[in-house]
């Protein structure tokens, strides 16, 4: 079975501090993915990575950045956390991206900044 | 930009009911996935749909393609209490399979 593993399910932060939220999955699939969950506007595609080192920008990039040095790990960074990311965070990971693609998740990163 | 609208966002039925939950967009879709989401974890793959029209069975679950491939359907007969959830469709773009998120119905059904 994939597994998609997330460091945290509970975070809390202060604002102005530098968060990170690391993501590893197992099944050596090319894509990851982070998203991010708000009641009412499902999930919001913040970042992916297609390869190693490779990064593209989602829908809500600002006030993000991400690291994938390994395969196998993809890494959310907020630089300075604000209260407005107080949300719930979610790793994905699949393989190349096609019909039947299926992305398999990671249990959440639940943050709260205050 | 590609938009999937999903409704209704909460439904609240007896145990024993049916429903069914939607997901339209004005945009063509390569293919139509359906995830279920349990509170505290992350979403998991339910069906893939990929054929206009194509119609799949899951037990008391019947999902639909539509035939223009633009919109889909959830039916659930007789709902049960473990059927309680988040579901969440999401169409893969017909340019580049890249995933476009429904906002959710969060579905809870009382015995």
């Known amino acids: 079975d994939v597994k998609v593993t997330q460091s945290s399910r509970y975070l809390v932060k202060r604002t102005g501090e530098k968060v990170f939220l690391e993501c590893v999955q197992d099944?050596?699939?090319?894509?990851m993915f982070w998203y991010r969950q708000d009641p009412g506007l499902g999930l919001r595609l913040i970042y992916f990575?297609?390869?190693?080192?490779?990064?593209e920008k989602g829908d809500i990039p600002e006030g993000y950045s991400v690291s994938r040095e390994k395969k196998e790990r993809f890494s959310l960074i907020l630089e300075s956390a604000s209260t407005n990311q107080t949300s719930m965070y979610l790793c994905?990971?699949?393989?190349?991206?096609?019909?039947?693609?299926?992305?398999?998740f990671g249990q959440g990163t639940r943050l709260t900044v205050v | 930009t590609q938009l999937l609208e999903q409704s209704p966002q909460f439904l609240s039925i007896q145990e024993g009911e049916n429903l069914t939950v939607y997901c339209n967009s004005s945009?063509?879709?390569?293919?139509l996935q359906w995830y279920r989401q349990e509170p505290g974890e992350g979403p998991v793959l339910l069906v893939t749909?990929?054929?206009g029209g194509e119609v799949k069975k899951l037990k008391r679950l019947t999902f639909q393609f539509g035939d223009a491939r633009k919109d889909s359907s959830l039916h659930i007969t007789a709902a049960q209490p473990g059927d309680t959830g988040l579901y969440l469709c999401?169409?893969?773009?017909?340019?580049?399979?890249?995933?476009?998120w429904g906002a959710g119905t969060k579905l809870i059904i009382k015995p």
């Open positions: 749909v990929v054929t």
């Open positions: 945009s063509v879709f390569s293919s």
């Open positions: 990575s297609y390869d190693v080192k490779m990064k």
């Open positions: 994905a990971s699949s393989p190349p991206t096609g019909i039947f693609t299926e992305a398999f």
């Open positions: 999401a169409g893969a773009s017909e340019s580049n399979y890249q995933l476009i």
């Open positions: 099944m050596d699939h090319e894509n």
